[in-house]
């Protein structure tokens, strides 16, 4: 039972909710102390075999002593074993992951490439990066691409870049099945998604490529890296050498077999982009640890839900059952709140230790922007996504939060929310 100034907090969380109540101000209610940016540290093994790497200075993934098979190409097979893929190519970012996977589709200047209007800069970054221009697609009330203005919109485009914005996956049966019809080729961004499943498929594998991060915000840190992971053997051969390969390519080996390059050495840019095996030696015994640290992961959102749950004027999102989510940050919507009101939650609850994101603000800050501030991209207005994104609150759910954190995490924004909702309620009277 926790405890918190010698009373029972569990029993008095009607009162705290109840800005009425004297105690709602009283100097010692509850703050939250922890960092929403502080991950946990590499494990052990992972240090070990860092150590290792740098005392022999191999640190090139071509760089390899007779017999010995670098960390890079080893992690690149254990990653395709674990999402059930024929190929991977490990790299230096999510960003390279996507541009890589961009480019062996055949996208290039001038093309105009379908993605979710809800994600973040890296991914019409990566579009831009090959010259190509973003196409929005309006999301849905719980996160998700919507399939509708996809439908609408299919013709426009020979790629969608999907974004698992936050961790959230569409129905991917009916957008496969939409795409497919269309003759639109799918890359999945799966920076929040590694780990995670649709209907027991694993994010990733239903697009012709699945592209991942292993950058410190995300399931598995590394500082920054990337994989792509892909069934076709001729786009991953190109992959492969567009990410600097040489002509070493026959050192991956969950690459194509040899025949795949045949024409492709040829005919593909080096656009160096590689993972290193200093970085990949880290990621091996992190990979393997992920199916708890998801259950970890997923406790923490799971007591998050818990403690918002029928909150007058606060919308949750809805997991669908055929999900399977890695819940790295938490979300939930103040629908049609007024800027003000949802400024003032975010800045009662940053009084008391608790780091909200809001998408709704006019101008991009820190990690946090939106499709109309990328303005390299034009858009037209989408008002769908305008009118949730308004009232659209984010926070980060790093595994250092205990449960009890997130209980209490859970309290503050559950009271803040009631008293600025009460008030806006008592003001309308
Ligand atoms: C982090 C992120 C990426 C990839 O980012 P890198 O920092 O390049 O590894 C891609 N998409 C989304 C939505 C992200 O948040």
Sequence with gaps: MPVFDGCDISASRDVIDDPMDPAHNHPMRETFKGSFTQQEPIPEEGIAAALAVMQHGRLH?????????AEAALL????????GAKYCLAVA???????TALRACGVGPGDAVLTNA???????????????TPIFVEVTQDLTIDLHDLAAKIGQARVLLLSHMR???????????????A????????????????????????GKFGCYSTQTYKHVNSGEGGFAVSDDAEAMARAIVLSGSYMLYDRHRAGPPPEAYAQVKY?????????????????????????????????????ME?????????????????????????????????????????????????????????????????????????????????????????MRLPLTFSLEDCELIARIIRAEVGAVWQARAQAAE
């Design 61 to 69: 993934r071509y760089n390899t002593a007779p017999g010995e098979v």
């Design 76 to 83: 690149e097979e254990e990653f395709a074993a674990q999402v």
């Design 93 to 99: 970012s999510g960003g390279v992951a996507m541009t």
């Design 118 to 132: 809800f994600t973040l800069a890296p991914v019409p970054g990566a579009i831009a990066a090959v010259g190509a």
């Design 167 to 181: 961790g959230h996956i569409c129905d991917m049966e009916a957008l496969m099945r939409l795409c497919d019809g």
């Design 183 to 206: 003759g639109v080729t799918v890359i999945e961004d799966c920076a929040h998604t590694m780990g995670a499943a649709w209907n027991g498929t694993p994010s990733g594998r239903f």
């Design 267 to 303: 005919e593909t840019p080096n656009i160096s982009g590689r993972m290193d095996n200093l970085r990949a030696a880290i990621l091996r015994p992190q990979l393997r640890a992920l199916p708890e640290q998801a259950a970890r992961w997923n406790a923490r959102y799971r007591v």
């Design 306 to 394: 818990a403690g918002l749950r029928d909150r007058p004027g606060l919308r949750l999102i809805q997991r669908p059952a055929a999900e399977a989510f890695v819940a790295s940050s938490f979300q939930f919507v103040l629908p049609d709140w007024s800027a003000e009101a949802v400024q003032d939650v975010l800045a009662r609850c940053l009084d008391r230790g608790v780091e909200l994101k809001w998408f709704g603000a006019a101008e991009p800050k820190g990690f946090t922007s939106r499709y109309d501030s990328w303005r390299y991209a034009p858009s037209a207005p989408l008002p769908q996504t305008d009118r949730l994104l308004a009232g659209l609150v984010d």
